[in-house]
């Protein structure tokens, strides 16, 4: 197996890194919220693409959550006003 001969000093192997520089990538904003994101994908604020909602969010898991959580509430509270009676 081969293998290298001498040591890379540091320097040599630091100034192969500082050519290597950060990229900025394009970004263009949500038709729907005007929100920064990547193109050619669905907007991870709104989970829409091409004016359509494709992806469910965070805040929409939440919001189903609470409504969930509101329905056995209510459910739970008729059962015990029945179950008094
Ligand atoms: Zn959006």
Redesign the pocket.
Known sequence: MPVPKRKRSRARRDSRFANKKIAVKALVL?S??Q?PQLPHQA?R??G?YKGAKIINTKSDRGVKRLEIRAKQKTEAQRDESQAAQ
Do not use: I, R, T
């Open positions: 949500c729907n919220c929100h907007c604020e709104c829409f």
